[in-house]
């Protein structure tokens, strides 16, 4: 269900318009902009969040919100939009659109969404369609998802030409609007209900944008709650308790408030599923969380204008559960092994903003044990997760909620217990290293070669920027903070000194593109070799960190050098960020 690039040549000349004057304003002074777009249907539509039914009427609006930040070297849009959920492959598809026509990155374009289960389906089902396919035996409705689509890139268009000096604040609030949704019976299974003893999270992340005089521009509160305070029997469109939080914050403040869902996957409203808006307190939620937010605004006292924003983004690789069918439209989310099991290629994004907020995200309904936990031991202050972007790969349970199964694991999750595992180590690693590391302020334009000690925390890092490049073609890229154009006569050295004898495990970040990954590389240490494959990141955009193995090293001062193992290479080997190497045994 690709639009055809004709319906977008209405927008040709905004286009043009819009590029022209993001050149003229790409300066180092922090701007952002919001945009509030109305996407009611004005005629019935096939809603999406419970079994198949269509609209009947509109109980309330619902809307694109589009916030664009620009630091002046990089362009951000958030946008949140008010339905339950789509396929990755539709964000895929508006993504390339803006991309192609407006030079975007797609890692700096996340569309989230509110996961209200009273609004109207939005292209073809992905995933859904293989746990439920009983729901969705109707045709996709083409005509209302090319409006969203065509909406959103109006939006963005607009938010672009509207950037203006702004500052921006950060700040924690809490609700308890929430609850625990996995009700354990006596026979240790698991069912939708209400759980009071459950794990819940109730902090509310708030990011505001002011104008250049101190007023405020735009709210972001991130607050993990499924939107199901209307069930099934509800057929009038609505945003649920997000879209109606969402406006009563911005009648009293008198601007948009982006509402982000957080890790939603087990935590219902504490009134969920009832048949109408009065019977299920829809109104109750505007005390419950949105007075919440408006309490915590007011905490935010101060604001700044030294805003340097960071992006970064990788694939994790997780086993897929076996047995399960695998739509076509996201073929490029799942790979097949040599041995012939299946695995899940599940993309996390992440943004940094400055040196204390770190915000991640994922197109799943995760548990919310998981989220508390990575941002307990996150070395950022801020820590926000933001669920349900960038499309939907299904529900992401603990690994010690499987014994209780239930419909979040037996029927809506293409995972198996290991997934919590694989995402930790991946997403704390980023963390961690990749972001930590990274300054968000202007990279150096040239690497600068020094001696690598080991860090506090026992790692030795081995970073494009302290590393040599040597050879014919390599060279060093400064806004990717990597060395690239690797053929099999060029190499990366660096001087360490180690302080331990042992052995190290390797973590290799890199980005390479699909077609050219496979090659072999090097790793050596004296006579110590570590040998392997270049594996797959997505993209020369998309950097990865994956384990590749252990070396021994031995104290003192020592050359390692990564290098190619094949004769052959030309000139797309990968592009090399970093090493690290972390003790796991000494002697």
């Known amino acids: 269900m690709k639009i055809k690039r004709l319906k977008f040549l209405l927008f040709g000349l905004v286009i043009i318009i819009a590029k022209t004057a993001f050149a003229q304003q790409s300066d180092k002074v922090f701007k952002a902009s919001v945009v509030k777009v109305d996407i009611t249907p004005d005629e019935p539509k096939m809603l999406l969040g419970y079994a198949a039914r269509k609209s009947t009427g509109v109980h309330d609006r619902i809307y694109h919100r589009i916030v664009a930040m620009d630091d002046g070297e990089k362009q951000f849009f958030l ?104 009700a354990i019976n006596v026979d240790g299974k698991a069912s939708l209900g209400l759980n009071p003893e459950g794990a819940v999270d109730r902090k509310i992340g708030l990011i505001r944008l002011d104008k250049e005089d101190g007023s405020p521009l735009v709210l972001i509160a991130n607050y993990a709650i499924h939107g199901t ?95 399960l069918s695998w739509p076509k439209d996201l073929s490029r989310y799942t790979q097949t092994l040599a041995n012939g099991d299946h695995q899940v290629l599940l993309p996390a994004r992440f943004l940094k903003i400055n040196e204390d907020v770190a915000i991640w995200s994922l197109p799943v309904e995760l548990f919310c044990e998981i989220s508390n936990e990575i941002r307990d031991r996150s070395p950022f202050p801020f820590t926000f997760f933001y669920g349900y972007t960038n499309g939907w790969l299904g529900y992401l349970p603990t690994e010690k909620e499987w014994k209780y199964g239930g419909y979040e694991i ?27 590391s990274t300054p968000s302020f202007q990279p150096q334009s040239a690497n600068r070669p020094t001696i690598v000690k080991t860090e506090t925390d026992g790692m030795l890092r081995l970073t494009a920027r302290n590393g040599k490049g040597i050879g014919p073609k390599i060279k060093y890229m400064p806004e990717w903070w990597a060395f690239g ?18 052995e190290y495990r390797a973590e290799l970040v890199w980005s390479v593109s699909d077609e050219t990954a496979g090659n072999e590389f090097l790793l050596e240490a004296g006579k110590q070799k570590l040998i392997g494959t270049i594996d797959r990141s997505g993209s020369w955009e ?4 994956k384990n590749i193995g252990t070396i021994k090293l031995k104290t003192g001062r020592q050359k390692i050098v990564f290098r190619s193992n094949k004769p052959t290479v030309d000139a797309g080997m990968l592009d090399l960020r970093e090493i690290k190497l972390s003790l796991i045994k000494s002697k």
């Open 79 to 182: 946008v949140s939009t008010d339905i339950c959920v789509m396929s990755p492959s539709e964000y895929d598809h508006v993504a390339a659109i803006l991309q192609k026509d407006l030079g975007i990155d797609p890692e700096n374009f996340w569309w989230t969404l509110t996961h209200t289960h009273s609004a109207p389906e939005v292209g073809v089902p992905g995933l859904p369609e293989v746990f439920m396919g009983d729901r969705y035996k109707h045709d996709v409705d083409t005509a209302y998802t090319s409006m969203v689509e065509q909406s959103l890139i109006k939006g963005i268009i607009e938010a672009r030409s509207k950037l203006a000096k702004a500052k921006l604040g950060v700040g924690w609030g809490f609700s308890q609007a929430n609850i625990n949704r996995r």
């Open 229 to 323: 305070v209307l069930g099934a029997a509800q057929t009038e469109i609505s945003g649920d308790a997000p879209g109606i939080v969402s406006e009563y914050v911005e009648q009293k403040l008198g601007v948009p408030l982006l509402f982000i869902n957080g890790a939603a996957g087990n935590l219902a409203p504490i009134y969920s599923v009832y048949p109408n808006p009065q019977a299920g307190h829809l109104s109750q939620f505007k005390v419950l969380l949105g007075d919440k937010i408006l309490s915590a605004n007011k905490e935010i006292v101060s604001s700044r204008s030294d805003i340097k924003l960071f992006t970064g983004s990788l694939i994790i690789e997780t086993p897929r559960k076996p047995n």
């Open 410 to 436: 037996e029927t809506v999750s293409p995972y198996t217990p290991i997934v919590e595992k694989h995402l930790k180590e991946a997403v704390l690693g980023y963390l961690e290293g990749e972001m930590k």
């Open 485 to 502: 154009w690797f053929t099999n006569l060029d190499r990366v050295e660096w001087e360490v000194d180690v302080d331990l004898d042992g």
């Open 542 to 545: 998309s950097f990865k960190s």
